[in-house]
């Protein structure tokens, strides 16, 4: 599975940059938001925003890069098939 | 060691009588319980589910949680307990625990045999009432906390659960001018409120930015008690408290 990411800007009322994570199909499968200096020690990590219905089982974890989320996602809509 | 509990402080009276009237024979009765005193240390299980207690737990100092797990490993906290809450007290009657209880501060907590609770109860059928009281108004947060965590969002399920901690905490005489000692962590909140600790961490900037809230260490202070109560939708009503004084 191979998913793609594009910029977005998230409105979670501190103006935080974060991905769309598209898979293969163009289906948008999360929003990721990177975490500002606000987070003590969680700082600079990709927190999982919002999913929808193939990622539920994932939680909302943090990952501390985007290629850690990335596999994290394929991972787990791999496990489901 | 097994001693009476003579303290200056005695949060358990408090707690029943914030919720009962006790006579002086039986105030004198729940000063004599017998208990073993025991410090525990942060983050411990002082019972866990699955446990056939022999003994009930009093709290005397600090806080502890309800905790239950899933399967996968995630804990949801069902119930903050304070000084003077019996947070396995149905265990008297319920033979097999099934939650867990765990510190979330240093506590001082004392052990009350089952038979010395049997025999306080036969003794005193008053009490009695007044324990069956107590564990009806848990069964009370319980049903509240199922609103607050299922239906309420972000600012105004914080502030319920921080609107019920200090009418809780001032009906046991801690709480000074709508400010009390808070050891609750970011994950523990999110734990009992069902968020991450990044949501956790969001909402308290948010109350604190709008101030709702004011937070110095572990020491919360509510600088708007009716916006507060606003915000979080509380109404003390369930917590049955016999002073109305204690819910102002």
Known sequence: M???LQPIRVATGFDEEGMLVLD?????????????NQYDGLAGHWY???????????GQPTYPDLD???EAIAQHLARRR | MSAPFHPDYN?????????FDLTDEERQALEKLPMQVQVIKADQDIVREGDRPSRSCLLLSGFTCVYKITAGGKRQIVSFNIPGDIPDLQSLHLKVLDNSVATISQCRVGFITHDDLRDLCNRYPRITSAFWRETLIDAAIFREWVTNVGRREGVSRMAHVLCELLVRLKAVGLVEDHACDLPITQSEFADALGFTTVHVNRVLQQMRAEGLIELKGE?????DWERLKQVGEFDPTYLHL???????
Do not use: W, Y
């Open chain 1, 68 to 70: 850690a989320a990335k």
């Open chain 1, 48 to 58: 999982l925003e919002a999913k929808f219905g193939v990622l539920e089982g994932l």
């Open chain 2, 11 to 19: 949060p358990l009276i408090l707690k029943l009588e914030s919720i």
């Open chain 2, 242 to 248: 016999e002073n109305d004084q204690a819910a102002a």
């Open chain 1, 24 to 36: 293969e199909e163009q289906r948008l499968l999360a929003v990721l938001t990177h975490l500002s």
């Open chain 2, 219 to 223: 020491r919360l202070t509510i600088p």
């Open chain 1, 2 to 4: 191979s998913l793609t």
